[in-house]
């Protein structure tokens, strides 16, 4: 009986742990049958239309918006964590430039974490000094890793810029016109946090064992890879560039629903509505697409969603945030294998959130499997 639970602790569990409560949380509110989203009680929409990815982190984070000297020290303490050890820069130049820039991301944010500037130690107060050194290094290691797959070496950060437009400096070598480091910045904000998800409840199990929050972090990066998970604005663009106009992509929907297939940036485990980061981001996709005069990708993307949405009504499957991203992030300049990158900085944010919310009297996070003799169910 060793590691099973006897007959009558036998609890009632859904596929994929769907509708599992796993408890209390003041960080966010996720209605997926009206579709709204709300961070510390502000509706996203609301947060992505004024504020930065500085306040919003700090919001996500330390429960409110922050007032003008406090931004200022927090965009303060995010601009001295530029600068990640040289080992994790070293450590890229060992790695093929043709890995995957998540997979090179994520190691060199593992060789960071053991330059640490101080002993490694799971108390409180050491884990709340954590997230501007990670939320910074991280920018400047992915933009490091863009880079590397056209062999192009790192460039240092510039202090004039805000956390979005310097990672777009740093990665693309130039800096982008304001309506483009307002559209990136604007899809930070959209992605800064989301409940409980995958990426979240791995970072948990993390922080809960009592390891560090880079660890945790680390754990959030290895399961938002995944291509039904932050991998899926790279699967979901590649798929909509490879179409030729509105009326390919009307005929390849059919085709695709017909044959039952699982069709990337449409469906959402909590969304059975439309996914309300698709209507903050929409005109920020559309005008950059229309200023870089790629327009017919914006109306190729229309028509696959109203065909696909159509036809899986009755499954309540609609357009999800990993589907329009990338309609933002190609026109600005990102290879769609990068596309995961700018997801994985916003949603570390919630990541370390939840960590940090949890911790003060979390248990160890631990469930119980129900033995079946042979795999078979009864
Ligand atoms: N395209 C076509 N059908 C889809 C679909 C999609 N993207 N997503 C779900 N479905 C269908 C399933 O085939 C299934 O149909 P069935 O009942 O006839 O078997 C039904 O909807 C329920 O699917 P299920 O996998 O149980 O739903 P889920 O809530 O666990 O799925 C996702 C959530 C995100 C894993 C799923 O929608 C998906 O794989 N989407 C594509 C990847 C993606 O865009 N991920 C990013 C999410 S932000």
Not at 148 to 170: C, E, K, S, T
Not at 284 to 301: F, I, K, N, S
Not at 346 to 351: K, L, N, P, S
Request: hydrophobic fraction near 45%; aromatic fraction near 8%; glycine fraction near 8%.
């Amino acid at each position: 009986m060793i590691g099973s639970i006897s007959p009558p602790a036998r609890q009632r569990y859904q596929r994929g742990l769907e509708g599992l409560v796993a408890g209390d949380t003041a960080i966010s509110d996720i209605d997926g049958e009206q579709g709204r989203l709300y961070y510390r009680g502000y509706a996203v929409g609301e947060l992505a239309a004024e504020r930065t990815f500085e306040e919003v982190s700090h919001l996500v984070l330390f429960g409110e918006l922050p007032d003008a000297r406090r931004l200022r020290e927090w965009s303060d303490e995010l601009g001295r964590w530029r600068q990640p050890p040289r080992a994790a820069f070293d450590a890229l130049r060992a790695l093929p430039v043709h890995a995957h820039p998540l997979a090179q991301h994520r190691t060199m944010m593992a060789v960071a974490a053991c330059h640490i500037p101080e002993a490694e130690s799971s108390e409180l107060a050491a884990q709340w000094r954590r997230p501007a050194r990670i939320l910074s290094w991280t920018a400047a290691l992915a933009a490091a890793a863009i880079r590397h797959l056209d062999g192009l070496p790192d460039l240092p950060p510039r202090d004039d810029l805000g956390y979005a437009a310097n990672f777009l400096y740093q990665t693309l070598g130039r800096i982008p016109p304001a309506a483009e480091a307002r559209a990136f910045d604007a899809s930070l904000v959209a992605q800064a946090e989301h409940g409980l998800h995958s990426a979240a409840l791995a970072a948990l199990a993390v922080i809960s064992t009592g390891a560090d929050l880079g660890s945790a972090v680390l754990a959030g990066m290895g399961a938002l890879s995944g291509v039904r998970h932050g991998g899926a604005n790279q699967t979901a663009f590649e798929m909509l560039a490879a179409l030729d106009g509105p009326a390919a992509a009307r005929a390849w929907a059919r085709r695709a629903v017909a044959e039952g297939r699982r069709i990337p940036g449409f469906g959402h485990r909590v969304y059975k509505c439309p996914d309300p980061r698709v209507a903050v981001l929409e005109p920020h996709a559309r005008a950059v697409l229309a200023a870089h005069g790629m327009a017919r990708l914006w109306e190729t993307y229309l028509a696959l969603r109203e065909e696909i949405e159509s036809a899986l009504a009755a499954k309540r499957i609609h357009a999800n945030v990993d589907g329009i991203t990338g309609l933002l992030y190609h026109p600005i300049g990102l290879p769609p294998s990068a596309f995961p990158i700018p997801f994985c900085l916003a949603i570390q944010a919630g990541w370390m959130a939840h960590c940090l919310e949890y911790l003060p009297d979390g248990a160890m996070l631990s469930p119980g499997l129900v033995y079946v003799k042979d795999g078979a169910k009864d």
